[in-house]
C-alpha cells in the first residue's frame, strides 16, 4: 500500500498519457479541449498530493523546491481547467512543454535504472525501455505537435508508452522488498 500511496504521482501520469493516446485516436480535433481539462486535473490533484505532503511531514525534509512545485501544479491546473480556450491558442507550446517533460521524463527513468543497476538492485529492462521511448517520443511531439498522421502515431505510442510505465511501476513495487520485512 505504501508504494502505491509513494507511486501514485507516476501512475496518475501513466493514466494521463493512455487517456490522451485514446483520445489522439479516437477524435484528434477533440482532443485539444479534452486533453488541457484533463491535464489541468491532473495537475490539480498531484499538486495536492504534493502539497499536503510538504505540510503533514514536515519534518521529512521536504524542500522549498517541492512546495513551490505543489503550488505551481495546483495554479497551472486551475488555470488550465477554467481558461482552456486560452490555453488552446497557446498550444503548440503546450505540446512543446509536454515534449520536454516527457524528455525529462525519460532522462530521469534512465537515471533511477543506472543508479539501481549500479546499486545491484533488479530492475527489470521494461524501466529502461520505458525512458528511452519517453526521449524519442518527446522529442517527436516538439519536432511537429499538429500534424494528424503524428497525433495518430502520438496515441499509438502514447498508450504504448502508458502500458510500459505502469509495467515497471508494478514490477519495481512487487521487487523492493519493504523495510519492514528486512
Known sequence: ????????????????????GVMLLVNPDAFTKAVLIT??????????????RVLRD?????SAIT????????VAGLFFIIFP????????LVAIIYGAILIISGVYKAKSYSDAKKAGTAVPVVSLVSAVLSVIFGVV????????????????ALIFE?????????????????????
Not at 502508458?162 to 528486512?182: F, Q
Open 67 to 74: 512546495l513551490i512545485f505543489a503550488i505551481a501544479s495546483l
Open 85 to 92: 480556450s486560452i490555453v488552446k491558442s497557446l498550444m503548440a
Open 39 to 52: 491535464f489541468g486535473a491532473v495537475l490539480v490533484v498531484i499538486g495536492v498530493i504534493y502539497l499536503v
Open 141 to 156: 511531439i516538439i519536432i511537429n505537435p499538429f500534424g494528424n498522421i503524428l497525433l495518430k502515431v502520438a496515441g499509438f
Open 1 to 20: 500500500m505504501k508504494a502505491l500511496k509513494n507511486n501514485l504521482p507516476v501512475i496518475l501520469l501513466t493514466l494521463f498519457e493512455f487517456a490522451v
Open 162 to 182: 502508458a502500458i510500459l510505465d505502469l509495467v515497471s511501476v508494478i514490477l519495481n513495487t512487487g521487487s523492493k522488498k519493504p523495510k519492514d520485512e528486512e
Open 58 to 62: 514536515q519534518t521529512e525534509g521536504h
